[in-house]
């Protein structure tokens, strides 16, 4: 199937051919749907706290003393969230007068309140009277360069005369939230080989003056998707696509590859969340007061099942043994299917022995992404897994969204230590039965692509999962520009 270039060219990218040939197996079988039984609502699979049990989890991780850090995907670009503006730039091109409506409209009514604006005030390429100009500034090479750079770069929120980017205000919430005893605050970005330059070097303009605000030293560090998470470009008719030169296409795996990234973080507890979803600093009390929460129902997990697998490992009575499959049901609605009885309690024990993470799940207000479901897996067994609509039986999607009353806004605390101390290989964690396949284009010729399992979908699959209910308000995400002028974000000059 391949020639020695071939073999030469994955080399370089250290990409095991095993693996595209099996990409290839899945571009002729497509990825099956999943055996979704309901969506997880409060009561089944959704667990709500209340005020009690909120301290004791608060004072829980107040008190905790191991080591943590923040984990930010930041790779992606914001050229999406500009998907408006290029159009009304496009439009303004043919007709410099033409009418502009939606968030066009409100982007050009509410332009002064936009954190970035004294940046296209000062650009001696705009003219602030010229719609066109404006547009060009903003989103073009020329001028500010928003439609190509990633999210974390971009000017979210205005103090006065101080504009912070995405990137800083995920510094601050890292010092009040993921500071260690020492003082430490660690956060890791995955970036983009061509944006890694610009995220150093806001660093080093920033860092000192975070730290001396916050009392914290920061431990800042990135890395960039690995090029063998690469996936295999298809034709139409299933084969390996293959470029001008005759070389094979691979393109970038999706946010799933950076479940290796995550894999080098060596830390007992691991925060993980968006670039785009922060708040203004006046508004992160609640932010961080359920991040804490969250972490401490973690760490309350974590003993449990660490505890557990002591006791088991020395003697696996049948009492404990049932103890521990009352806690997977209750916990992460693991429930198994009818087992041989020499082996349940051997199956127990493998699925307490797996990583944990625990999602904060917000009402659905019909924001786009994926939700909480109960899944049943080929073995008969059920578990909860954070889907994407893609991912549903297309008979069922209907009534399953219909029934669904959460919505995943990647609010995740995440621990993948074993009971030993060892980091879990959670590329064996995965199913790589989950991924994704789309249509795009290669220099005019029509070409399938391949995504591999999403990072907190398919990718976190066999891993402990645990839902709980936080308030919708520390969600806020920004997917178009003008998020940028919802309450959280905004401060009215």
């Known amino acids: 199937m391949f020639s020695p270039k071939d073999i030469e060219q994955m080399a370089a990218l250290e990409i095991d051919p095993r693996q595209v040939e099996e990409q290839l197996r899945f571009f002729e079988s497509g990825f099956s749907f999943l055996n979704v039984l309901a969506p997880a609502v409060v009561g089944r699979g959704v667990h709500l706290l209340d005020d009690q049990e909120q301290e004791e989890l608060l004072m829980r991780y107040e008190g905790w003393g191991g080591s943590r850090t923040k984990f930010v995907p930041a790779s992606g670009a914001a050229t999406r969230m500009f998907k408006e503006l290029y159009q009304a730039l496009s439009l303004l091109e043919q007709n410099p007068q033409a009418p502009l409506s939606g968030d066009a409209a409100q982007f050009f009514d509410s332009l002064r309140d936009f954190a970035f604006y004294p940046l296209l005030a000062s650009d001696p390429h705009c003219t602030l009277s010229d719609r066109k100009s404006i547009l060009q500034t903003l989103l ?25 980017t995405a990137f800083e205000e995920h510094l601050v919430e890292a010092a009040l939230y993921a500071k260690d005893g020492r003082g430490v605050a660690k956060i890791h970005f995955t970036v983009s080989p061509e944006h890694r330059p610009r995220f150093e070097e806001l660093t080093a303009q920033s860092l000192r003056s975070y730290e001396k605000r916050f009392g914290v030293k920061y431990k800042i560090t990135f890395s960039e998707q690995k090029p063998y998470t690469d996936t295999i470009a298809a034709d139409l008719q299933n084969r390996a696509f293959r470029q001008k030169d005759g070389t094979l296409l691979f393109r970038p795996g999706g946010h799933g590859a950076l479940l290796e990234n995550l894999n080098e973080l060596h830390d007992d507890v691991v925060f993980i969340k968006n670039i785009d979803n922060v708040v203004r600093e006046e508004q992160l009390a609640d932010t961080i007061r359920w991040k804490k929460i969250l972490c401490g129902k973690l760490l309350q997990l974590r003993a449990y099942i660490l505890n557990m697998l002591n006791q088991l490992e020395q003697n696996d009575s049948p009492i404990k043994v049932k103890e521990a499959a009352l806690f997977l049901e209750k916990y992460f609605s693991v429930t198994l299917p009818q087992t041989k009885e020499e082996e349940y309690a051997a199956t127990i024990r493998t699925l307490l022995d797996r990583p944990l993470r625990v999602c904060g799940v917000v009402k659905n207000s019909g924001e786009p992404g994926g939700g909480p479901f109960i899944v049943r897996d ?31 806004p990647v609010d995740i605390v995440c621990s ?47 891993w402990n999962t645990h839902f709980i209910e936080v308030p919708a308000h520390t969600f806020n995400p920004v997917k178009t520009a003008t998020d940028l002028l919802r309450p959280a974000h905004l401060k009215k000059f």
């Not at 928003?146 to 101080?162: C, E, I, M, N, T």
């Not at 909860?384 to 297309?394: D, K, N, S």
């Open 140 to 164: 073009l090479d020329q001028g500010l360069c928003y439609g190509s750079l990633p999210k974390g770069l971009l000017a979210f929120h205005r103090y006065d005369s101080v504009v912070r």
């Open 378 to 408: 080929a073995n008969g067994m059920t578990s909860l897994q954070i889907l994407e609509t893609a991912q549903l039986p297309p008979a069922d999607a209907t009534a399953l969204l219909a029934a669904s009353t959460h919505f995943n």
């Open 416 to 462: 993948y230590k074993d009971y030993k101390g060892s980091a879990y290989p959670l590329r064996l964690h995965s199913d790589p039965a989950t991924g994704f396949i789309s249509q795009k284009s290669k220099d005019g010729d029509a070409i399938k692509v391949l995504e591999l399992p999403g990072l907190w979908n398919g990718a976190m699959s066999r």
